[in-house]
């Protein structure tokens, strides 16, 4: 991770890169026998690249640090995970994702396709089989629908698969997700959201 502050050292901005990612950052000094790296601000929209500047600007309330810490180490663990090529079923992808919308959403921002691939390491064609999980388990227990949060990057609207609310209800949607406290709820994990799948299986479907 590296993050750029300002004098006051508030967070400038901060991202997440892979290890593999980092040779192209680097620059090898024989005067120090190390590598230093440069990180401009335009490294952000770089290939593999997880923007995590808003979320490192922290929780808006000092009370929601507990669980804040909690989610975020579930994008971490996981993401690690994926990076050690230990593949994860959906609904442990889910729960990885559950967490990154958590968090997004504490700081009231939608993510698009593209971000929550980058963050996760998923890949973008397939993330609506994996928001499935997330969907039917907000469905089942009537909670606001987390899953709005993730929109295509031209028409700032969930993808089709999403149906939790009409074109017109987006903006409701959402701002009843950026008002429920999901770091208080918790993460459902992997089995609740396999469970709710079978119960109310959402993929494109009413």
Not at 46 to 60: F, K, M, R
Not at 136 to 161: H, K, N
Request: aromatic share 8%; hydrophobic share 40%.
């Amino acid at each position: 991770m590296a993050v750029v502050f300002d004098r006051d050292w508030n967070v400038s901005y901060g991202a997440r890169i892979l290890h593999k990612d980092l040779a192209a950052l680097c620059t090898y000094r024989p005067r120090v026998n190390g590598h230093q790296m440069r990180f401009p601000r335009s490294v952000l929209e770089s290939p593999g690249v997880a923007d995590l500047t808003q979320l490192l600007n922290g929780p808006s309330k000092l009370e929601d640090m507990p669980q804040l810490n909690a989610q975020l180490g579930e994008v971490t663990a996981q993401a690690a995970m994926a990076r050690k090529g230990i593949r994860m079923n959906k609904f442990q992808h889910a729960s990885q994702i559950w967490a990154l919308l958590a968090v997004a959403a504490t700081h009231r921002q939608s993510l698009t396709y593209s971000q929550v691939a980058r963050a996760t390491g998923a890949f973008t064609g397939g993330l609506g089989m994996l928001l499935e999980p997330i969907q039917s388990y907000c469905r089942l227990r009537a909670l606001p629908p987390l899953t709005v949060l993730v929109v295509q990057q031209e028409s700032g609207l969930p993808g089709s698969g999403f149906i939790g609310a009409t074109a017109e209800e987006i903006g409701g949607a959402q701002a009843a997700v950026f008002k429920f406290d999901w770091l208080e709820h918790g993460n459902p994990g992997p089995v609740a959201f396999e469970e709710a799948v079978k119960q109310l299986p959402t993929n494109g479907k009413p």
